[in-house]
C-alpha cells in the first residue's frame, strides 16, 4: 500500500494509528480529494496487521458514499471481509455474533433506524465519513454514534468544523 501513498497520506495513517494505539480518536480534517478514505483504510489495515481485534471496525457514512467504500475497500484492502448492514434486503439482526467480519459498513440513517441492534455490539474502531452529519451534537445521527461501543473513534471531514463552546 505504502507505493501508492503520498507522504502526507502515510503520515496521516501513522498519526491516527498512534492516537488508536493509546485508545484515542481524532479528527481527520482536509480538503476534498486528498484521500482521506484511504488514510482510514490505511489505518483498518494497520489494526489489522497489529492483531487488533477487539471486534469489528465500524465504518459509518452517507448512503450516497456507501458504493465508494465498497469500491475504495476493494482496491486497498481486497483481504479484508467486508459486511455492508444497508438497504432493507441487505440487513441481517445484529449481535455480538453476526459480524465476523472485519468491516461493518453503514449509513447515518441505517445506524439511526437500528440504534438498538448497533449498541449491542463492540468495535474496535468507530470511523464516521463525512462529519458534517454529525456536528450538531444533538441530532439524532450524532447521539446514535455516541451511542456505539467503540475503543477508539475518527471523524472525517472535508467540511469546516464549526467553534462551539459545546
Not at 41 to 65: N, R
Not at 126 to 142: F, G, L, M, P, T
Request: charged share 20%.
Amino acid at each position: 500500500m505504502s507505493k501508492r501513498l503520498r507522504a502526507y497520506q502515510l503520515v496521516g495513517i501513522a498519526w491516527m494509528w498512534h492516537l488508536h494505539q493509546n485508545h484515542l480518536g481524532g479528527i481527520l480534517a482536509d480538503e476534498m480529494g486528498l484521500g482521506k478514505t484511504i488514510q482510514a483504510i490505511g489505518l483498518i489495515l494497520s489494526w489489522k496487521a497489529e492483531g487488533e481485534f477487539k471486534g469489528p471496525c465500524l465504518v459509518v457514512a452517507p448512503a450516497s458514499l456507501m458504493g465508494n467504500w465498497q469500491r475504495e475497500l476493494k482496491v486497498w484492502a481486497p483481504g479484508l471481509n467486508v459486511y455492508l448492514h444497508h438497504g432493507p434486503t441487505r440487513r441481517s439482526k445484529l449481535d455480538e455474533d453476526a459480524i465476523p467480519e472485519d468491516v461493518c459498513l453503514t449509513s447515518y440513517s441505517t445506524l439511526r433506524n437500528d440504534r438498538d441492534q448497533f449498541q449491542k455490539c463492540s468495535f474496535s474502531l468507530a470511523i464516521a465519513d463525512e462529519a458534517q452529519h454529525v456536528k450538531n451534537r444533538r441530532s439524532h445521527a450524532a447521539r446514535s454514534l455516541r451511542s456505539i461501543a467503540a475503543t477508539s473513534r475518527f471523524i472525517l471531514t472535508g467540511t469546516p468544523i464549526e467553534n462551539s463552546i459545546e
